[in-house]
């Protein structure tokens, strides 16, 4: 099944904005969700075509209870990946009505010096001042409830709507060689092992959506814990990214899985005061990133140690990713 890039903007959840379950997002919501940085890894956008997996990518993160001399901060962990501080908010009214937390963005496509790393900082430059009051992507809207036709189809794997951001985004791509997403499907861990091989192992299951060029990201379980996994494969525009809230606030350490590939994995707290896990692997073909928190589909909590976590990075070759 195909999906358009908009019809993964429902049931996203974060701290800061709720959604309705809705067949069709409005301007608002499509707009309020773009400037949000929920986007396309929020962590994963569509529900589980299995069960209706809790999207855990918003959480702001606070200072980790974690002993200090635990664990080595990494040059190459958080700090190659971070985007910088913002305190943004969805709209310009919305600055000046709320006081919203600061918060850090962190790379979920590759390290600073990585052509994909900086196309998306482009991307973010260019999107953070862009159609602020909306009257762009309104008129856009109205024109195609008028036409019944999306001018912008072609590029249906991205959440754009005008020529201005078709232009932008076709310049940063020539820039850094790189290109477009195309075919976005459904897909669950079944469909990602059909193609790629046996990545998943023990009760690994999941649901998300995948790109005919390998990306792939899905809401899954194992082992009764609930994480997103994205896998961004490299030599393609993609424009997703992470809040993690501040970078300070996490410590770090590098771990080899029983594949043999040495992961980094980053240990903080989200705004709820709950533990928060973020796994990063830099690989040759591709960047993959694990997104864990301590709650649950059902919002209950679980206090998860050092040992779980590396067993679920156990359960997962990264050797064919």
Known sequence: MKVHIRELMNNIEDSSVELE?????????????????????????????????????????????????AYAALAGGLGGLSFGKSSWSPSIEEDIKYSLPEREFISVVGYADSPEYKATA??????????????????????????GVDPFEEYSCYLVWSQEMVDKMNEITSKYNLKLHENMTDCD?????????DIFS???????????????????????????????????????????????????????????????????????????WIVTANLENSFVTININSFDYDLNEHDYSKEDIQALVDSIDFTKL
């Open 122 to 147: 482009e991307w973010i430059k260019f999107e953070d001042s862009y159609d602020r009051d909306r009257k762009i992507l309104e008129a856009h809207d109205a024109e195609i409830k008028r036409t």
């Open 21 to 69: 379950e809705q067949n069709v997002v409005s301007s608002e919501r499509i707009k309020e969700l773009t400037k949000m940085k929920i986007n396309q890894y929020g962590y994963t956008e569509k529900k589980s075509s299995k069960k209706g997996f809790v999207t855990l990518g918003i959480a702001v993160a606070v200072v980790a209870a974690l002993g200090a001399t």
């Open 202 to 276: 023990g009760d690994f299951e999941g649901g998300g959506y995948m790109y005919d060029d390998g990306t792939f990201q899905l809401d899954a379980t194992c082992s009764g814990m609930n994480f997103q996994i994205r896998r961004c494969m490299r030599g393609y525009f993609d424009t997703t990214y992470l809040n993690i809230g501040n970078k300070a606030n996490y410590e770090e350490y590098e771990y080899t899985t029983k594949s043999g590939v040495t992961v980094t994995i980053a240990i903080g707290k989200n705004s709820l005061g709950m533990k928060k």
């Open 189 to 197: 861990e079944k469909i990602v092992k059909e193609k790629y091989g």
